[in-house]
């Protein structure tokens, strides 16, 4: 039997972990739109790390679910889904530059 706080926490991210289906989209991009419909948010302001330049790099989001007072942070590699979703979702986007 499971005690109240297996039936609400177990599920909120081992579901998410799932493998990702066939897609033309990226698993990590995936990951969080899944999050976000399982009611996760994007708790503060993201954290962009670029390589070479700004056309390539990591977003690093942290996410948080209000109801089981879970947070956990992904990291997601830049693709032009991921920006529009950022930028739709009016999230603040924080450049960070390797040595800061």
Do not use: C
Not at 19 to 45: N, V
Not at 54 to 69: E, K, Q, W
């Amino acid at each position: 039997m499971l005690t109240m706080t297996e039936t609400i926490l177990e599920p909120l991210w081992s579901r998410l972990q799932e493998p990702a289906r066939p897609s033309t989209k990226p698993a990590d991009f995936l990951l969080l739109l899944s999050a976000l419909d399982e009611g996760w948010q994007i708790l503060e302001a993201v954290r962009w790390l670029p390589f070479n330049g700004n056309d390539s790099g990591l977003y690093l989001v942290t996410i948080f679910h209000p109801r089981a007072l879970l947070t956990r942070a992904i990291s997601i590699r830049h693709a032009p889904e991921v920006a529009a979703l950022l930028k739709n979702e009016s999230v603040i986007l924080v450049n960070t530059q390797p040595g800061d």
